[in-house]
T-cell receptor, first 112, second 114 residues
Framework: NAGVTQTPKFRVLKTGQSMTLLCAQDMNHEYMYWYRQDPGMGLRLIHYSVGEGTTAKGEVPDGYNVSRLKKQNFLLGLESAAPSQTSVYFC???????????FGPGTRLTVT | GENVEQHPSTLSVQEGDSAVIKCTYSDSASNYFPWYKQELGKRPQLIIDIRSNVGEKKDQRIAVTLNKTAKHFSLHITETQPEDSAVYFCAASREDTGRRALTFGSGTRLQVQP
């Protein structure tokens, strides 16, 4: 039982490049979330999903897209990376009927 | 939307002393308030949470209190130890069509001096 995993752990991109961050959970959770964490700030919600095939915008969605084709996976895409997207990205999942969110280990992304 | 403010931003205490971190929230519909501990380079770990139908919750050296009227909640750590050193985040959420996304405070860096 691995919980929530994220791939990759680290990545450096040049401005304008694209990439996809993968979040996977093996707890059969319905809800999944993508947050970003910047220095001196708490985590901020980018996008979330309340179930397979559904996604919705969070607090800071601009420049990101997401997909949830399978219940266990939640993908975060950057189509054209910008330096402002340099951050640590955390994925989380939550079971239906429960409040607790379980976080993945994070992906540290640097855009130069 | 929800706004969560957290104070202080840094806190230094001597080992064995108590530490208190305070948060205020803006959305009166928020009803779930977790606290996370984050060590350097690690993921946030849930340490305690409270729901709006409860005023206080305790787990060994950690306690959380909630004042719904004033819209603030606090984390209390007693008998602090060096391993308590970390960044602590409060958060708030409301049940909103199942979304339950968290709005975080900006964090408190706690340093416990041996």
């Amino acid at each position: 039982n691995a919980g929530v995993t994220q791939t990759p752990k680290f990545r450096v991109l040049k401005t304008g490049q694209s990439m996809t961050l993968l979040c996977a959970q093996d707890m059969n959770h319905e809800y999944m979330y993508w947050y970003r964490q910047d220095p001196g700030m708490g985590l901020r919600l980018i996008h979330y999903s309340v179930g397979e095939g559904t996604t919705a915008k969070g607090e800071v969605p601009d420049g990101y897209n997401v997909s949830r084709l399978k219940k266990q996976n939640f993908l975060l895409g950057l189509e054209s990376a910008a330096p402002s997207q340099t951050s640590v990205y955390f994925c989380a999942s939550r079971d239906r009927g429960r409040d607790e969110q379980y976080f993945g280990p994070g992906t540290r992304l640097t855009v130069t | 939307g929800e706004n969560v403010e957290q104070h202080p931003s840094t806190l230094s205490v001597q080992e064995g002393d108590s530490a208190v971190i305070k948060c205020t929230y803006s959305d009166s519909a928020s009803n779930y308030f977790p606290w996370y501990k984050q060590e350097l380079g690690k993921r946030p770990q849930l340490i305690i949470d409270i729901r709006s139908n409860v005023g206080e919750k305790k787990d060994q050296r950690i306690a959380v209190t909630l004042n719904k009227t004033a819209k603030h909640f606090s984390l209390h750590i007693t008998e602090t130890q060096p391993e308590d050193s970390a960044v602590y985040f409060c958060a708030a959420s409301r049940e909103d069509t199942g979304r339950r996304a968290l709005t975080f405070g900006s964090g408190t860096r706690l340093q416990v001096q041996p």
